[in-house]
């Protein structure tokens, strides 16, 4: 991703990694080089019980019928 920062064009680069010890985070693969100066800021990703986009993602156990209609059709008024 490319921005600017004070008119100079910056390379933005975003990761999401899962730290595997208390305090150390390793990156690998970063597209810069060997005396690049770089600035890093790292943002705590919180973990929501239910994403607020999609608030019923995951509470339907079954379907019985989910084709079928909600009431017999013998009973819709419009088809009398």
Do not use: C
């Amino acid at each position: 991703m490319d921005m600017t920062q004070g008119g100079q064009p910056v390379n933005v680069h975003k990761l999401s990694v899962t730290l595997i010890e208390d305090g150390t985070l390793l990156l690998k693969g970063l597209p810069f080089h060997a005396g690049d100066t770089v600035e890093i800021i790292i943002l705590e990703q919180k973990k929501a019980e239910r994403p607020i986009d999609h608030p019923l993602r995951g509470t339907v156990l079954r379907y019985d019928d989910p084709f079928e209609p909600a009431v017999p059709t013998e009973d819709w008024e419009v088809l009398k």
